[in-house]
């Protein structure tokens, strides 16, 4: 059938090839001898995947380039001339540890925010989280408190160094804190008696320099101090006795020059005086004054040597005369202060050992003085650091401890103190190898499960481990003809079973033929809904985590999915009770520190809590004691002023100095008696004493003495007493 045959008369039988060209590049002409021309399709397979073959009966076989481009701006899209489109997730890490990096039409990176909205804290991403550090508001100085305010951030406070004592200069040191300096008082004046008044102040009151005596002129002298200047009361007259009484000054007795007179002469001139001398009755004892009597001739009465000066001892010696030694106020023990008071005599009064630090417990020892010992703030517990406020006193602070890597946990436990042991590192799948750095903690590295066999598929099973199966080449009449090369895989020609279907994995099963798997879109993000879209491939749709009150936050993480925590209701105050409302959310309430004891003062300090710090009671005056009673507070009461058994003092009570014990006087006012003090049974008066040979009297001056006259008038017995 594939010649035409003829029969030409001149030549015979004629054979002309038929001719099949149908012109139609896309089909195969050829000519079978039963049935003639045959036209065949072309095969126009250029066995590329990343081709579309057809064949234009125009041109022949085409082959298009296969669009690739899936539409989705986070894939990275090409095609392999095996394997046809591929399209691998856009990497958008930038490598920067403080941004989150993801693909939303084109590649994002957004710092991690790690502002928790709390200006006391320094928040800061390190080694792939977020740390927020209480804020360090130390200003390590004794002379403020600081503490961190949450809207303000560190407030510094200046401490006011105030005692509440006039008597004391109040400042703050930097290194030690507060200071009381006792104020100087003197104005350096000596006739002033220079004192400090808990009340008033500074006192200089004008000392009085009377010594009781108006035979002396008393002034006082800023720098010398009193002085006491014998008056003259001589007026040049011979023929008068000029003296000085302490009690009316100048006297002036006239000389009476009576022959009659023992003493003294008759006539007197006043530039010579008496013409008759006057009789010596020096006893040549300073401690009397010497006198004579017209009558009796000589006699004496005692020396009164009162300076009236509580400060020192009256005593009269026979050659001297009078003299006034100071008393020396020395105290029992060293816990005892003293002066003298002119007026009072020895004042005793207990010596001050206060510090003013609360971290010292301060006593006084009778041998040592004053102990100021560092108060035992060791609560017993290794889980606290003790401490001491000089003027608050003993507060704790909880150790932190701290692992000396990523790869311990610490923790502080009683009695022990702090505690580490390492972290495990087994995330329960045989897929990954598991261990730990010291700067990052744990790390799952995935294994390497790859058997270089490119006849093999490779897996992995996070509970059951590695695990491979055979690439099957077998070829089959519906799908493929070839082998697998352990190199380079199958070689074969597979069959086209591209479904269209972005959904499905398309191949050919060697008995029924092509088969479409459902892929899978699992992004391994537990915050996306994972869905796929039969022209666009897997779709990852974000989904929203809803916190159940204000009480908790939601968010999501890639790893678990949608997390609620509780919201952290702490103000980093121990002054509030931190609660948190379902509606409101935190909530801050200032606790009450009242503890009920009216002897302490109540406050609260942003970082030790409640504050009970001991109230000091002080008194009006020196004339009452004050005490603190739990339930009213200050009280005051007067002190009883201890008497002794003598007789000759009295005890009352002075609201500037105390109790003050005087010296009884004992004056009748009777210049005929002697008058002194008993310390049993108290004032004595003894009337003149009386001597053998002599008749006791008494006149205007004291006690007088006349020898009896023994004189019988016979001049034959010698008469005596």
Known sequence: ECTLDTCDCDSGCEHEIVDCNDYNPCTDDSCECDTGCVYGTVTCDDHNSCTDDSCDPSYGCIHEEVDCHDGDQCTCDSCDPIEGCVSEELNCDDYDEYTYDYCDEYCRHIPYDCDD???????????????????????????????????????????????NKICTEDSCDESIGCIFTNIDCDDDDECTYDYCDCELGCQNEEISCDDGSECTDDVCDPEEGCTHTCIKCDDDDKCTIDSCDPSVGCVKEEVHCDDSDECTDDLCDSVKGCFFSNTNCDDDNECTIDLCDSERGCYTVPNRCDDYNE???????????????????IADDVCTDS???????????????????????????????????????????????????????????????EPKDACETACCKEPNGCETKPIECDDNNKCTEDSCD?????????????????????HCDPEHGIWTETLRCVAQDECTEGHCDPKIGCIDEAIKCDDYDECTTDNCDPESGCVHIDIECDDYDACTEDDCDSDSGCTYSSIECDAPNACYTAYC?????????????????????????????????????????ECTEDCCHPNLGCLHKEITCEAEDYCSKAYCDEKKGCVTEPIECEGDEDECFTAECDPEVGCVYKEVICDDDDVCTYDECDSEKGCVYTNCETYSCWTTGCDEYGCTWEMYNCDDYDECTEDYC
């Open 117 to 163: 909205d709390n200006v006391c804290t320094d928040d800061y991403w390190e080694d792939g989280e977020c740390h927020h550090n209480e804020l360090n508001c130390d200003d390590r100085t004794p002379c403020s408190y600081s503490y961190c305010d949450r809207k303000e951030a560190c407030k510094f406070v200046d401490i006011v160094c105030d005692d």
């Open 311 to 329: 400060c020192t001892e009256n005593k009269c010696d026979e050659e001297e005369g009078c003299m006034f030694e100071k008393i020396e106020c």
């Open 339 to 401: 002066y003298c008071d002119p007026d009072e005599g020895c004042v005793y009064y207990p010596t001050s050992c206060d510090d003013y630090d609360e971290c010292t417990d301060d006593t006084c020892d009778p041998e040592s003085g004053c102990q100021n010992v560092d108060t035992d703030c060791d609560d017993g517990l290794a889980c606290t650091d003790d401490l001491c406020d000089s003027e608050y006193g003993c507060y704790t602070e909880s150790v932190s401890c």
């Open 438 to 458: 010291p700067e990052t903690g744990c790390v799952y590295t995935d294994i390497d499960i790859d058997d270089d066999n490119e006849c093999t598929i490779d």
């Open 557 to 597: 993480d890639r790893s678990e999915g949608c997390i609620i925590e509780p919201v952290e209701c702490d103000d980093y105050s121990k002054c509030t009770d931190d609660t948190c409302d379902d509606n409101e959310g935190c909530v801050y309430t200032t606790i009450s520190c009242d503890d009920d004891d």
